[in-house]
Nanobody, 123 residues
Framework: QVQLVESGGGLVQAGGSLRLSCAASGVRLRYYNIGWFRQAPGKERQGISCISSSGGSTYYADSVKGRFTISRDNAKNTVYLQMNSLKPEDTAVYYC????????????????WGQGTQVTVSS
């Protein structure tokens, strides 16, 4: 069974940092583009970052550009999202997902999803 598990979320003060991990089983992430999405209560889920299968191409939403960094270690079958300079508006459940296409803003392109990890940023 394909499974993605996000970890690394928690409560952090504004201006702080967190590193999220997306660990996979039942699938080799080297063959997939990986996207990070987030969803706050009452809001639509939005794509915030994506990395190509080789790691050669990346995408960042304007809301996180310059603060978040996506990376991958295919040998460990894991993708990371380093989040710096966190703001209260970053509070959300963060999800990772796989896609055969490099389409970070198109949720329909993503087939496997993790369960999400909560990130809460306080003032």
């Amino acid at each position: 069974q394909v499974q993605l598990v996000e970890s690394g979320g928690g409560l952090v003060q504004a201006g702080g940092s967190l590193r999220l991990s997306c660990a996979a089983s039942g699938v080799r992430l080297r063959y997939y583009n990986i996207g990070w999405f987030r969803q706050a209560p009452g809001k639509e889920r939005q794509g915030i970052s994506c990395i190509s299968s080789s790691g050669g191409s990346t995408y960042y939403a304007d809301s996180v550009k310059g603060r978040f960094t996506i990376s991958r270690d295919n040998a460990k079958n894991t993708v990371y999202l380093q989040m710096n300079s966190l703001k209260p508006e970053d509070t959300a459940v963060y999800y990772c997902a796989t896609s055969r296409f490099f389409s970070p803003t198109d949720e329909s392109a993503f087939d496997y999803w993790g369960q999400g990890t909560q990130v809460t940023v306080s003032s």
